[in-house]
Structure formats: structure tokens, C-alpha cells
């Protein structure tokens, strides 16, 4: 499906992001919203890696941007062994309405909620999901039922393609955005919606996020090409100030604010670009990020200097904000037309993706090559990808990450650093 002008009717969670060198047009809807195909169980597969030789014979080259980059880096080290603990499925695995287009944990790690276009916020203890934690040293895996491992979870009348927890409130408010083109704020304890707001003319929002040096400041990124900022302190959530990064008003497809407190802000857009503006100025971003070939799906800062990027060229790339340059691209997953989620584990350094090939990646980001990848499994149908990764931001040598699928399936990855006796050399994969 084209990533364009989708209105309500629109069945996808996947908008198979368009190539910017077409014009955004409306999709009609098709008679099933996820065709699947039959995958092995065989998870850790060699690595393949993806070709775009075709793809650049295609596509229009990037501005500028994109050069720069380290070259004739060091071999990547295997320094991590990951092990499937937990997978939480339901009755209806492979039933359209489970897809998990979102999970997110909230500022304790504790909690973590997803979201989907089953119109559901299903909210999690993270305990729940490891009943038997002595296991992450064997290679048993739990397996759980959606309702049982749930606490408790809040139907919304719309699809929803972005969930974030606010800042400061303990962990209570969360904040969601939908394909009809609303933001609305959930009071957890109360489990009710206690704000909500529609400035994008209905037109879907694809991502929330909340500033951390003014709390109270919200964005969202929508179809409609522009990036609303509000404060829900002010009635009807009135818009404080709105930014169209694209002339043409490409999709905005991600919104995040600098996690570590700052002023600045990150989209990224279907016109091959991701922008960063300073919410203290918003008429003109302070830096254009040039280099993929086709549309930015996400945007994450991993430290105060550098924010990684991912495109539907199949690639991510990691950046240094003061200078807009290009550090270092990722490939080795495969991602041309759907979002596959992006999230970074900032304390370890590394990345984790999905890939259309029904895959969870992790790059080290001192690598271009992935240093892990899983098959995600249990895919009845055709046209298997994973659409959302999420890390848990604790540690420095064990990390978790969940990662979850259309077919409703979240599954549990925890990874133990290797001892240093190791060497920090595995035998590399097949390329």
C-alpha cells in the first residue's frame, strides 16, 4: 500500500512508506490487511545481506549529506548471546486485529504498554512477563496468554499507530496517537481518556512524544505533512507551534525530543530527510539530515551528539548532530515498504530493528554489520515482517529487548554480555 493521503478507510498498520519521487495518493482499502506466508522455525539464521544495487539504478540520489563516513572500520565483534525467554500470544494469533504496531516502556522500565490497530492499549508488568527469571540462563522458553500476562488493558476508538508515556507523572498518563488523526492522553488509574486533540484535519498521526525539558510539551507527526506542538495545559490543547519540514508537506512519519533533556527535537519524513528543530524556534530546522534514498521512518537520539536514523532503503544510519554528517550505515535487514520499528538501547550502544524478512536485527552501533539476528517464527501467513522493537533502558550487561508482530505475538529477547575471557571475536556468520 502507498504511504500517501490515507484516510480512515485505510486498513494498514503497515503504510508501505512511499518512495519520495511519487505524489502522496489516496490507497483504496484491501479485502485483507495482512497476507502472511508460512516461515521455519529455524530462528538464528546466517545473515544475508540486502542488495540495492537495482534500487540506486532507480532511485534519485540524495542531496548532498551521506558522506563522510568511517571507513575501513574493524571487524564487528559478537560480544552478546541473546535467548528467547518469553513469547505471549492468544486464541487469535494470526488474527488481523492483534497486529503491534507499537510497544513502549515507561521511565521506571517497569511498565510497558502496545498498541496496534486492534484499537487496544494493552498495559504489561514487565515481572509479568519473566515468571521464571532463573531461566535466562537456560534456553527454556515461557510461553504466556495475552490475557492472563496483561494487567489490564483500554479499548480506543481508533487504530492506533503511536503510544508514549508523559514525562512526570509517575508513570499514570500515557499518550497515544491514531489513524483518525488524534492525540488523546489516558489516565492510567482511572483508566479514562482525560485530553484530546485534532489539529491535523483528520488526517492519521504516526507519532507522540513528549518534550523532557518542558514536560508539558507534546508533538505529533501526521499524513498531513506537518508537526503539531501543543500543551495540554491549555484548553482544547491549543496549538503552540507547528513546523512543515517538507515544501512538498511529505508525511511526517516519526516525531522524538531529545531524551536527555535538551531543547531539540527530531522528524523524520517521506521526502528522504530527517530534520531537527529548537522548540524555542521553529520557523527553519537547525540541522537536514540528507542520505537515505527513500522515506524516514524513525528517528532516535542515542547520545547528546548523535541520533540514528531508518529508511525504507533498508538501512539505518547513524548521525552526529553537530554536523548534520553521516557516521556510519547499517544493513543487513530488509525493510522497502513497512514500518519495522527502530528503538535504541542508549546505556549498551546498540540497535535493534525488524526486517521484512520476519527477523529481529541488533547492530552494535560501532559496526555496520548486525552483530544478531532472530527469526521471529510462528507466521501462518505470507508476507511476514516484524513492526515493532522496543529496548528496556537498564543495565550494561544484560539487555532486553521485545519485539512484537501482525500476528499479535510479543516475544521477550534477553542478552548477557560475554565474558571478556571470550576474546570478543565469534565466528562470523555466513554472508
Given at each position: ?17 512511499i518512495n519520495s519521487t511519487t505524489t502522496t495518493t489516496a490507497t483504496a482499502a484491501v479485502s485483507s490487511e495482512w497476507t502472511m ?200 490543547g491549543m496549538c503552540v507551534s507547528a513546523a512543515q519540514p517538507s515544501a512538498s508537506r511529505s508525511s511526517v512519519c516519526c516525531v ?109 552501533k560501532r559496526w555496520r554489520d548486525p552483530i544478531w539476528v532472530r527469526g521471529f517464527g510462528s507466521i501462518s501467513h505470507d508476507n ?48
Open positions: 500500500m502507498s504511504f500517501g493521503s490515507m484516510g480512515a478507510s485505510s486498513l494498514s498498520w503497515s503504510p508501505s512508506p506466508r508460512n516461515f521455519s522455525t529455524d530462528f538464528d539464521r546466517p545473515i544475508q545481506f540486502q542488495s540495492h544495487e537495482e534500487e540506486q539504478k532507480q532511485d534519485v540520489q540524495p542531496e548532498g549529506g551521506g558522506g563522510g563516513e568511517e571507513e575501513g572500520e574493524e571487524k564487528a565483534r559478537y560480544e552478546w548471546d541473546f535467548n528467547l525467554v518469553t513469547v505471549v500470544s492468544s486464541s487469535t494469533v494470526g488474527a488481523i486485529s492483534d497486529t503491534l504496531g507499537v510497544i513502549e516502556f515507561d521511565p521506571s522500565d517497569y511498565l510497558l504498554a502496545t498498541g496496534g490497530i486492534a484499537r487496544k492499549i494493552r498495559v504489561y508488568s514487565f515481572g509479568s512477563l519473566l515468571p521464571h527469571e532463573s531461566s535466562h540462563d537456560t534456553q527454556d522458553t515461557t510461553y504466556l496468554d495475552h490475557t492472563r500476562a496483561c494487567d489490564y488493558y483500554i479499548c480506543t476508538p481508533a487504530k492506533l499507530s503511536s503510544l508514549r508515556w508523559k514525562p512526570n507523572t509517575g508513570s499514570r498518563v500515557l499518550g497515544s496517537g491514531d489513524y483518525d488523526g488524534v492525540v488523546t492522553e489516558y489516565d492510567l488509574e482511572r483508566r479514562v481518556p482525560i485530553f484530546e486533540r485534532d489539529e491535523h484535519g483528520g488526517r492519521r498521526v504516526w507519532s507522540v512524544d513528549y518534550s523532557h525539558w518542558v514536560p508539558v510539551l507534546g508533538a505529533s507527526g501526521s499524513d498531513d505533512g506537518s508537526v503539531q506542538m501543543w500543551d495540554t495545559r491549555c484548553g482544547g522524538e525530543f531529545d531524551p536527555n533533556g535538551g531543547s531539540l527535537f527530531a522528524v523524520g519524513c517521506a521526502d528522504r530527510r530527517a530534520y531537527a528543530y529548537d522548540v524555542r524556534k521553529m520557523s527553519a530546522p537547525v540541522l537536514v539530515f540528507h542520505g537515505h534514498r527513500r522515506t524516514v521512518t524513525y528517528v532516535r537520539f542515542l547520545e547528546e551528539s548523535m541520533i540514528v536514523t531508518a529508511g525504507t532503503d533498508g538501512c539505518l544510519k547513524l548521525w552526529d548532530m553537530g554536523d548534520a554528517r553521516a557516521i556510519r550505515t547499517y544493513e543487513g535487514h530488509l525493510n522497502s515498504r513497512s514500518f519495522v520499528g527502530l528503538s535504541v538501547w542508549r546505556n549498551g550502544g546498540l540497535l535493534g530493528c525488524g526486517s521484512e524478512s520476519n527477523e529481529v536485527f541488533v547492530y552494535d511476514g515482517f516484524v513492526s515493532s522493537v522496543c529496548w528496556r533502558q537498564v543495565g550494561e550487561n544484560e539487555a532486553t529487548l521485545l519485539a512484537g508482530g501482525p500476528d499479535g505475538v510479543l516475544q521477550v529477547f534477553v542478552g548477557k554480555r560475554k565474558s571478556p575471557s571470550f576474546g570478543g571475536f565469534a565466528h562470523s556468520p555466513t554472508i
